[in-house]
């Protein structure tokens, strides 16, 4: 998702200023990461170029900037068109895992140490989301579910080529 | 920092099947340790031993000090009841009593009086949301609530250490995690060190820190090299 996909969702629920539109991003958003005034106009002005969004207002006195943004019809298209294409599963993770695994084996190494060591960063992280699910507001805590259960799926391959990894190490060093 | 509990080199094997080889475990005060392991490592019994539900073939348990296996029955017993508290996978609520009764239980074990007991359950279920179950029997009650049911009563007794073997393993996301949220908020408030025995890793990120079983024994980890 991009910021400018996002900008049209919000715009899509209502008519925002920009100050509002970082607002809103940040709070659905950008958990991690808020975004920067910069950021907000460049895209803004981005959106306005591609005909995506148009000015509705232009409140002058109640600040330097206090443009009212409003999606077009084009721009619930882009939107309508965002939300029925599935995300790509990410498989990469577990790719370049597998690849230290065998490269662990092909060297003679301990694979299960690799294993381990990821075990323990994986752990590790979820604790860490754990504890910020705990102090956080449902938005909060979903955004944090989503990432425990995918690294729940990693931690569950772990341990499922932990298992193999003797008749691994004899396919691969055949 | 003194281990508040320390197990070292358990074995035990039921007949010609060895369930712990050499595991190792040391619990500070205060702290949450999850113990996990694929289904059969031993963890489940790595627990058992260190609670003093079970007698290892060899190795040492010692709490505060005191060697559980050189304590007779009835001092085991009541080291138990009095510092431990357990949590386990079904519950183990007694279907003729109350939510209520069930909670006073180990405390009506103990010698309290009915009325000061059941004060007392009543105030954790009442933390623990349930207090408008509090006259319901086990079968009146959805799985999560037994579960939560179970986990006032590991903590009336305020135990040092609360011994939880897949305490939310029947249970769906939703109320394991609720589950989880009300022991572990309930055992920190209280001071507690809890034992979390799991094969999932979502249960094991709520502690502070955790070990692995496997066949049997708890390894030290090993470099790459």
């Known amino acids: ?174 | 920092m003194n281990a508040l509990l320390t197990a070292e080199g358990l074995h035990k094997a039921y007949g010609p099947t060895f369930a712990l080889a050499g595991a190792d475990l040391q619990l500070y005060a205060g702290e949450i340790l999850s113990v996990m392991g694929p289904s059969g490592s031993g963890k489940s019994t790595l627990l058992h031993c260190a609670a003093g539900l079970t007698t290892p073939d060899q190795g040492r348990v010692a709490y505060l000090g005191r060697v559980l296996s050189e304590l007779d029955d009835v001092r085991r017993s009541a080291l138990r009841r009095r510092e431990f508290g357990f949590v386990f996978q079904f519950g183990q609520l007694v279907p003729e009593l109350t939510a209520l009764e069930n909670v006073a239980l180990p405390l009506r074990l103990d010698g309290v009086r009915r009325k000061p007991a059941e004060q007392r359950a009543a105030a954790l279920l009442e933390r623990l949301h349930l207090s408008d179950k509090a006259k319901a029997r086990p079968g009146e009650l959805s799985g999560g609530q037994q579960q939560r049911v179970a986990v006032a009563r590991a903590l009336v007794t305020e135990p040092k250490v609360i011994f939880a073997d897949e305490p939310t393993g029947a249970l769906d996301s939703v109320s394991g995690e609720q589950v989880m949220d009300l022991l572990t908020g309930a055992a920190r408030r209280s001071g507690a060190a809890v034992v979390l025995v799991t094969h999932d890793a979502r249960i094991a990120a709520y502690a502070d820190r955790g070990i692995v079983v496997r066949d049997g024994r708890t390894p030290a980890r090993a470099g790459i090299r």
């Open chain 1, 1 to 174: 998702m991009t910021i400018a996909t996002a900008f049209l969702a919000l715009l899509e629920s209502r008519p925002r200023h920009g100050y509002d539109l970082k607002q809103a991003y940040d709070q659905h958003f950008g958990h991690d990461r808020p975004l920067h005034y910069g950021q907000v106009y460049t895209t803004l002005a981005k959106l306005l170029r591609n005909g995506l969004v148009t000015v509705d207002g232009d409140e002058t006195s109640g600040g330097p900037d206090r443009k009212r943004y409003t999606v077009t019809e084009a721009g619930v298209t882009d939107v309508q068109r965002w939300l029925e294409e599935p995300e790509t599963p990410q498989q990469y993770l577990q790719s370049n895992l597998y690849a230290k695994v065998i490269g662990a084996l092909l060297t003679g190494r301990s694979a299960a140490a690799v294993l381990d060591a990821q075990r323990d960063e994986h752990l590790t992280a979820m604790r860490e989301l754990t504890r910020r699910k705990g102090q956080g507001d449902l938005a909060d805590r979903l955004i944090c579910d989503h990432a425990l259960f995918h690294l729940d799926a990693d931690l569950r391959w772990l341990e499922h080529t932990a298992v193999h990894l003797d008749e691994l190490a004899e396919q691969v060093r055949g």
